[in-house]
T-cell receptor, first 115, second 111 residues
Framework: AQSVAQPEDQVNVAEGNPLTVKCTYS??????LFWYVQYPNRGLQFLLK??????LVKGSYGFEAEFNKSQTSFHLKKPSALVSDSALYFC?????????????FGGGTRLMVKP | DGGITQSPKYLFRKEGQNVTLSCEQN?????MYWYRQDPGQGLRLIYY???????QKGDIAEGYSVSREKKESFPLTVTSAQKNPTAFYLC??????????FGQGTRLTVV
Protein backbone atom coordinates (compact mmCIF):
# COMPACT_ATOMS: atom_id res chain seq x y z
CA ALA A 1 0.00 0.00 0.00
CA GLN A 2 1.18 3.51 -0.69
CA SER A 3 0.90 6.40 1.73
CA VAL A 4 1.78 10.06 2.12
CA ALA A 5 2.51 11.96 5.31
CA GLN A 6 2.36 15.70 5.71
CA PRO A 7 3.51 16.10 9.30
CA GLU A 8 2.44 19.72 9.75
CA ASP A 9 -1.22 20.68 9.80
CA GLN A 10 -0.27 24.32 9.45
CA VAL A 11 2.82 26.30 8.50
CA ASN A 12 3.12 30.00 9.35
CA VAL A 13 5.61 32.26 7.61
CA ALA A 14 6.10 35.97 7.18
CA GLU A 15 5.79 37.48 3.73
CA GLY A 16 9.16 37.58 2.00
CA ASN A 17 10.60 34.71 4.03
CA PRO A 18 11.34 31.29 2.55
CA LEU A 19 8.77 28.57 3.09
CA THR A 20 8.92 24.78 3.28
CA VAL A 21 5.99 22.39 3.36
CA LYS A 22 7.05 18.87 4.22
CA CYS A 23 6.02 15.61 2.60
CA THR A 24 7.22 12.05 3.03
CA TYR A 25 5.92 9.04 1.18
CA SER A 26 5.88 5.27 1.11
CA UNK A 27 5.41 3.38 -2.14
CA UNK A 28 6.51 0.18 -3.85
CA UNK A 29 8.92 0.86 -6.64
CA UNK A 30 9.71 4.24 -8.10
CA UNK A 31 7.34 7.04 -7.18
CA UNK A 32 5.49 9.63 -9.15
CA LEU A 33 5.12 12.63 -6.83
CA PHE A 34 2.86 15.65 -7.08
CA TRP A 35 2.01 18.87 -5.27
CA TYR A 36 -1.37 20.53 -5.49
CA VAL A 37 -2.81 23.72 -4.00
CA GLN A 38 -6.42 24.31 -2.98
CA TYR A 39 -8.10 27.64 -2.36
CA PRO A 40 -11.35 27.79 -0.32
CA ASN A 41 -14.28 25.99 -1.92
CA ARG A 42 -12.30 25.23 -5.05
CA GLY A 43 -10.81 22.18 -6.68
CA LEU A 44 -7.13 21.29 -6.56
CA GLN A 45 -4.68 23.06 -8.83
CA PHE A 46 -1.54 21.30 -10.01
CA LEU A 47 1.75 22.91 -8.93
CA LEU A 48 4.50 20.50 -9.94
CA LYS A 49 5.47 16.87 -10.33
CA UNK A 50 8.46 14.55 -10.16
CA UNK A 51 8.51 11.64 -12.56
CA UNK A 52 12.19 11.10 -13.24
CA UNK A 53 15.36 13.10 -13.85
CA UNK A 54 16.58 16.06 -11.79
CA UNK A 55 15.77 15.87 -8.12
CA LEU A 56 14.89 19.58 -8.01
CA VAL A 57 11.62 20.24 -9.76
CA LYS A 58 10.39 23.72 -10.58
CA GLY A 59 6.69 24.42 -10.86
CA SER A 60 4.06 27.11 -11.01
CA TYR A 61 4.07 30.41 -9.10
CA GLY A 62 7.74 30.15 -8.12
CA PHE A 63 7.36 26.90 -6.19
CA GLU A 64 9.87 24.10 -6.34
CA ALA A 65 10.27 20.72 -4.68
CA GLU A 66 13.22 18.46 -4.00
CA PHE A 67 12.97 14.71 -4.38
CA ASN A 68 15.12 12.85 -1.88
CA LYS A 69 15.03 9.11 -2.48
CA SER A 70 17.02 8.11 0.60
CA GLN A 71 14.75 10.10 2.89
CA THR A 72 11.60 9.33 0.84
CA SER A 73 10.72 12.99 0.92
CA PHE A 74 9.39 15.55 -1.51
CA HIS A 75 9.30 18.88 0.34
CA LEU A 76 7.71 21.91 -1.29
CA LYS A 77 9.70 25.15 -1.16
CA LYS A 78 9.56 28.77 -2.21
CA PRO A 79 12.36 31.30 -1.68
CA SER A 80 10.07 34.23 -0.88
CA ALA A 81 6.50 33.74 0.33
CA LEU A 82 3.58 35.92 -0.73
CA VAL A 83 0.36 36.55 1.19
CA SER A 84 -1.47 35.16 -1.84
CA ASP A 85 0.30 31.81 -1.32
CA SER A 86 -1.92 31.23 1.71
CA ALA A 87 -3.89 28.08 0.90
CA LEU A 88 -4.13 24.35 1.56
CA TYR A 89 -1.35 22.27 0.01
CA PHE A 90 -1.52 18.57 -0.79
CA CYS A 91 1.25 16.15 -1.61
CA UNK A 92 0.33 13.02 -3.61
CA UNK A 93 2.11 9.85 -4.69
CA UNK A 94 1.61 7.03 -7.12
CA UNK A 95 3.81 4.07 -7.86
CA UNK A 96 4.97 3.84 -11.46
CA UNK A 97 3.92 0.23 -11.51
CA UNK A 98 0.54 0.70 -9.83
CA UNK A 99 -1.91 -0.93 -12.16
CA UNK A 100 -4.72 0.88 -10.45
CA UNK A 101 -3.31 4.27 -11.35
CA UNK A 102 -4.46 5.57 -8.00
CA UNK A 103 -3.16 8.77 -6.51
CA UNK A 104 -2.82 8.76 -2.74
CA PHE A 105 -2.97 12.14 -1.04
CA GLY A 106 -1.54 13.40 2.20
CA GLY A 107 -3.78 15.06 4.75
CA GLY A 108 -2.89 18.54 3.59
CA THR A 109 -0.96 21.42 5.13
CA ARG A 110 -2.45 24.85 5.55
CA LEU A 111 0.03 27.58 4.69
CA MET A 112 -0.53 30.96 6.32
CA VAL A 113 1.60 33.83 5.04
CA LYS A 114 1.34 36.96 7.15
CA PRO A 115 2.15 40.46 5.92
CA ASP B 1 -11.36 25.24 -23.39
CA GLY B 2 -10.38 21.78 -22.18
CA GLY B 3 -11.25 20.92 -18.65
CA ILE B 4 -13.28 19.01 -16.15
CA THR B 5 -16.69 20.24 -15.03
CA GLN B 6 -18.61 19.30 -11.93
CA SER B 7 -22.22 20.18 -11.29
CA PRO B 8 -23.98 21.37 -9.33
CA LYS B 9 -21.66 23.46 -7.20
CA TYR B 10 -23.96 23.11 -4.18
CA LEU B 11 -26.39 20.28 -3.52
CA PHE B 12 -28.77 19.63 -0.68
CA ARG B 13 -30.06 16.17 0.16
CA LYS B 14 -32.87 15.11 2.40
CA GLU B 15 -32.53 12.13 4.66
CA GLY B 16 -33.09 8.87 2.75
CA GLN B 17 -32.74 10.48 -0.67
CA ASN B 18 -30.35 9.48 -3.44
CA VAL B 19 -28.55 12.26 -5.28
CA THR B 20 -26.27 12.22 -8.31
CA LEU B 21 -23.23 14.42 -8.81
CA SER B 22 -22.15 15.11 -12.36
CA CYS B 23 -18.57 15.03 -13.67
CA GLU B 24 -17.73 15.68 -17.32
CA GLN B 25 -14.31 16.03 -18.97
CA ASN B 26 -13.29 16.95 -22.50
CA UNK B 27 -9.62 16.15 -22.02
CA UNK B 28 -9.92 12.71 -23.61
CA UNK B 29 -8.55 11.13 -20.43
CA UNK B 30 -9.12 7.44 -19.83
CA UNK B 31 -8.92 7.51 -16.04
CA MET B 32 -11.40 9.32 -13.81
CA TYR B 33 -11.69 9.52 -10.03
CA TRP B 34 -14.04 10.61 -7.27
CA TYR B 35 -12.64 11.88 -3.98
CA ARG B 36 -14.32 12.99 -0.81
CA GLN B 37 -12.91 15.82 1.28
CA ASP B 38 -14.07 16.52 4.81
CA PRO B 39 -13.35 19.80 6.65
CA GLY B 40 -9.72 20.05 7.62
CA GLN B 41 -8.92 16.68 6.12
CA GLY B 42 -7.29 15.25 3.07
CA LEU B 43 -8.83 13.51 0.09
CA ARG B 44 -10.16 9.98 0.28
CA LEU B 45 -10.77 7.92 -2.83
CA ILE B 46 -14.35 6.76 -3.38
CA TYR B 47 -14.29 5.16 -6.85
CA TYR B 48 -12.10 5.25 -9.90
CA UNK B 49 -12.38 4.17 -13.51
CA UNK B 50 -9.52 3.43 -15.87
CA UNK B 51 -11.63 2.85 -18.95
CA UNK B 52 -15.19 3.01 -20.20
CA UNK B 53 -17.53 0.42 -18.69
CA UNK B 54 -15.08 -0.42 -15.93
CA UNK B 55 -14.68 1.00 -12.43
CA GLN B 56 -13.16 0.00 -9.12
CA LYS B 57 -13.91 0.72 -5.49
CA GLY B 58 -11.62 3.03 -3.61
CA ASP B 59 -11.08 3.29 0.11
CA ILE B 60 -14.56 4.51 1.08
CA ALA B 61 -16.96 3.15 -1.56
CA GLU B 62 -19.75 2.09 0.82
CA GLY B 63 -22.93 4.08 0.22
CA TYR B 64 -21.81 5.32 -3.19
CA SER B 65 -22.25 4.09 -6.75
CA VAL B 66 -20.84 5.14 -10.13
CA SER B 67 -21.19 4.42 -13.83
CA ARG B 68 -18.86 4.95 -16.79
CA GLU B 69 -20.96 4.58 -19.91
CA LYS B 70 -19.06 7.29 -21.78
CA LYS B 71 -15.40 8.25 -21.69
CA GLU B 72 -16.17 11.85 -20.83
CA SER B 73 -18.66 11.21 -18.03
CA PHE B 74 -18.31 9.66 -14.57
CA PRO B 75 -21.35 10.44 -12.40
CA LEU B 76 -21.39 9.64 -8.69
CA THR B 77 -24.58 8.67 -6.86
CA VAL B 78 -24.71 9.17 -3.14
CA THR B 79 -27.25 6.67 -1.89
CA SER B 80 -29.34 6.63 1.26
CA ALA B 81 -26.95 3.98 2.58
CA GLN B 82 -24.27 6.65 3.01
CA LYS B 83 -24.90 7.73 6.57
CA ASN B 84 -22.71 10.79 6.64
CA PRO B 85 -22.72 12.27 3.14
CA THR B 86 -22.10 15.92 4.00
CA ALA B 87 -18.74 16.71 2.41
CA PHE B 88 -16.95 18.34 -0.51
CA TYR B 89 -16.73 16.00 -3.51
CA LEU B 90 -13.98 16.30 -6.08
CA CYS B 91 -13.79 14.65 -9.47
CA UNK B 92 -10.50 14.26 -11.34
CA UNK B 93 -9.18 12.81 -14.57
CA UNK B 94 -5.71 11.99 -15.83
CA UNK B 95 -3.53 10.12 -18.24
CA UNK B 96 -1.14 7.48 -16.81
CA UNK B 97 1.97 9.02 -15.30
CA UNK B 98 0.64 12.52 -15.67
CA UNK B 99 -0.90 14.95 -13.24
CA UNK B 100 -4.58 14.79 -12.42
CA UNK B 101 -6.91 17.59 -13.39
CA PHE B 102 -9.60 18.42 -10.87
CA GLY B 103 -13.05 19.89 -11.16
CA GLN B 104 -14.18 22.75 -8.94
CA GLY B 105 -16.03 20.43 -6.60
CA THR B 106 -19.57 19.89 -5.37
CA ARG B 107 -20.50 20.68 -1.79
CA LEU B 108 -23.17 18.27 -0.59
CA THR B 109 -25.17 19.04 2.53
CA VAL B 110 -27.79 16.89 4.22
CA VAL B 111 -30.80 18.89 5.40
Amino acid sequence: AQSVAQPEDQVNVAEGNPLTVKCTYSVSGNPYLFWYVQYPNRGLQFLLKYITGDNLVKGSYGFEAEFNKSQTSFHLKKPSALVSDSALYFCAVRSWRDAGNMLTFGGGTRLMVKP
Amino acid sequence: DGGITQSPKYLFRKEGQNVTLSCEQNLNHDAMYWYRQDPGQGLRLIYYSQIVNDFQKGDIAEGYSVSREKKESFPLTVTSAQKNPTAFYLCASREPGQEAFFGQGTRLTVV
